[in-house]
């Protein structure tokens, strides 16, 4: 059996998840993948004010159908696809740019799966907390409603 990360649900600021896209220089037709997606905000940034094809990946299903029912009715159907899954168990080597907001220990579970999928120049941008053993060629904090926010940027130079 795969490992299921235990994250709660605690979703980016949508200020935060616009700034995350822009430090990642999303551009349009690119592929973002949120690994974790929870409602689906930055699949849906992504897509309609970047021009990217977004994919999210969430475990709970009640998050699922929140996402599907919130891009049925945005109508980016053919921009954004969701799944329902584990995200180690997703192929994800077509990704441009993924986005995480997952705990330290489940981005250090995940950094092998990364390396291994996806190809140089892809960019991964994470809110808050860091991919250990990676060096971020950004680092920018933000102060967003009541608290500040720290953006991880790395990109993949193998």
Known sequence: MSYIPSVPFVPTPEGVARRMLELAEVKPGEVVYDLGCGDGR????????????????????????????????????EKITIIHGNFFNIDISDADVVTLYLLTSVNER??????????????????????????????EEIKEGWRGHKIYLYVVDR
């Open 42 to 77: 930055i699949l849906i940034i992504a897509a309609m004010e970047f021009g990217a094809r977004a994919v999210g990946v969430e475990i709970r299903k009640d998050l699922v159908e929140k996402c599907i029912k919130k891009v049925k009715e945005l109508g980016l159907e």
């Open 110 to 139: 995940l950094r092998p799966k990364l390396e291994k999928e996806l190809r140089p120049g892809a960019r991964v941008v994470s809110h808050d907390f860091e991919v250990l053993g990676w060096k971020p060629v950004k680092v």
